[in-house]
Structure formats: C-alpha cells, structure tokens
T-cell receptor
Framework: DTAVSQTPKYLVTQMGNDKSIKCEQN?????MYWYKQDSKKFLKIMFS???????INETVPNRFSPKSPDKAHLNLHINSLELGDSAVYFC???????????FGQGTRLTVV | KQEVTQIPAALSVPEGENLVLNCSFT??????LQWFRQDPGKGLTSLLL?????REQTSGRLNASLDKSSGRSTLYIAASQPGDSATYLC????????FGTGTSLTVIP
C-alpha cells in the first residue's frame, strides 16, 4: 500500500494547456505539501495545507492553484502551462510538528 | 530565512569504505532534521529523522548526528555498497521542509 500516491507519474502537455496533478495519502496525516524540484534537483516549497486549510503559499504564480477536498487529498491545478513549469512535482505529508515526512514518487511534468 | 547547504555536492568512493555526508543550516530553531535518499527518477525515501532534542539516530549502517548549536548534521554510512549510490538530501524542519542541494554518492564496485 502506497502511503503517499501521486497521479499521473508522467505528464507531457503543450504550452497553454490546463492540467491537474492529484495526491492522496492514506496515513491519516494532517499536513500536506507540494514541492517543486527543478532541473538542478533543488526542492522548493510551493504550498502547504493543514486540515484542508492553506498555511503556506510561497511566491508561486497564481496559475497554480491547490485544492484540498479533504485531509487525505491535495491536488494541484495548473492553468496556462508554460515551458518553465517543466519540473518534477512532489507531494508530501506529515502528522504534525516534528514528525516524519513522507513523499510521493513525484510527477514529471514536461511542457512542450 | 533558513538556508541549508550540503557538502560535498558529489562523492565517489570504492565499495566498503565508510563515508560522511555533511549538512549545515543557518537557523537553529528547527523541529527536526530529516535525511532522505533519492534514486534517479524516483521519489524521496526517508532514511532517518532526528528530533531537535536528540543528538543522533541510527538505522542499520546509517548513523545521523545533529548539533543544533553549530547548525550541523552528518550522515555516516558504514561499509558502503554499490546499492547506496543515490542522491542524499537533508531537510531542516520548521513550518516547512528546507532542503539542501544534495550530495550525489557513487559507490564503485
């Protein structure tokens, strides 16, 4: 059983399209995150939700909109995709402060 | 703002060697320090979590230490194996995870 699962694993799409990436965790965790890993492999926070409430929203273009329908899900919707959006996007979750984080397998987004 | 640095950026060792990966962070007000492993094209696998009140954690051939006062953590890998080849990331935890840039480890058979 996968603890944090993301779909799709790979996504190739054209510039200007709108796409969504889904994330689900079956760990009963309260906090979920989206991270972006760039071509240099650096991981940077995008969003964080705690109990469906947005608590971190870094300087991310407003084309990116997270949605948390319930505690177990945090989806990422991206409008008007640009070439620079190509990256690997990771979802993560943890129970609370000071607890271990678990990451999904990542979604490799390629915008052509 | 928390900044996390990992040295070296890349490391190549023969099989069987013991090695140390370094992680430094600028803000000592952290909840914990977590070490991850990332294989090419894969996600992050948690290796060890050290709470801010702890000094070290061990799991098999891995030992991680934490010195909050100096803003440093080390990951010690004993008797390295080719299967240890991967990128190792440390993350200092506050309200989010602040990642280092990683150390790419290659263990040569």
């Amino acid at each position: 059983d996968t603890a944090v699962s993301q779909t799709p694993k790979y996504l190739v799409t054209q510039m200007g399209n709108d796409k969504s990436i889904k994330c689900e965790q079956n760990l009963g965790h309260d906090t979920m995150y989206w991270y972006k890993q760039d071509s240099k492999k650096f991981l940077k926070i995008m969003f964080s939700y705690n109990n469906k409430e947005l608590i971190i929203n870094e300087t991310v273009p407003n084309r990116f909109s997270p949605k948390s329908p319930d505690k177990a899900h945090l989806n990422l919707h991206i409008n008007s995709l640009e070439l620079g959006d190509s990256a690997v996007y990771f979802c993560a979750s943890k129970k609370g402060e000071g607890t271990e984080a678990f990451f999904g397998q990542g979604t490799r987004l390629t915008v052509v | 703002k928390q900044e996390v640095t990992q040295i070296p950026a890349a490391l190549s060792v023969p099989e069987g060697e013991n090695l140390v990966l370094n992680c430094s962070f600028t803000d000592s007000a952290i909840y914990n320090l977590q070490w991850f492993r990332q294989d090419p094209g894969k996600g992050l696998t948690s290796l060890l979590l050290i709470q801010s009140s702890q000094r070290e954690q061990t799991s098999g051939r891995l030992n991680a230490s934490l010195d909050k006062s100096s803003g440093r953590s080390t990951l010690y890998i004993a008797a390295s194996q080719p299967g240890d080849s991967a990128t190792y990331l440390c993350a200092a935890t506050g309200n989010q995870f602040y990642f280092g840039t990683g150390t790419s480890l290659t263990v040569i058979p």
